[in-house]
Each structure stands twice: as C-alpha cells, then as structure tokens.
C-alpha cells in the first residue's frame, strides 16, 4: 500500500494515530490536496477507508 501511494498516486503520510491496539489509521496527501485515509492492521493488511479532497493541515495548537 505504502508504495502504491507514493510512487503511484504521489501522496505522503501527513498524520497517524492508533485507534485500537491493532489498528492504525493514516492519513496521505498529496500536493493538490486530494487526501487518503488508510487503516494498517497489526497483521500486516491495510485497508483504504475514506477519500478526499482539500486537506488542509490545522497547524499548531494555540492553548488558552
């Protein structure tokens, strides 16, 4: 998958975080925006799950 996205579809891993102890979700971008979310399993499998455009990053937090 990791490939596929890279070098097929130009897109780049811009967040992940675990969902559950077996799952990873992974967010992909590429420049024009168009975004990819992707949940990786601890057995190696991952799955597209979502797709999109106009990713734009939040920037950092600003606390109160």
């Known amino acids: 998958m990791t490939r596929k996205l890279t070098q097929q579809f130009g897109t780049t891993r811009r967040a992940s975080g675990l ?3 077996e799952e990873v979700v992974e967010i ?3 420049p ?4 990819t979310m992707v949940i990786a399993y601890a ?6 799950v979502a797709m999109g455009a106009y990713w734009q990053d939040g ?3 600003n606390p109160a």
């Open 28 to 30: 992909w971008t590429d």
């Open 59 to 61: 920037g950092p937090e």
């Open 19 to 21: 969902r559950s102890p």
């Open 32 to 35: 024009d925006g168009d975004w």
């Open 43 to 48: 057995s190696g499998q991952s799955c597209i």
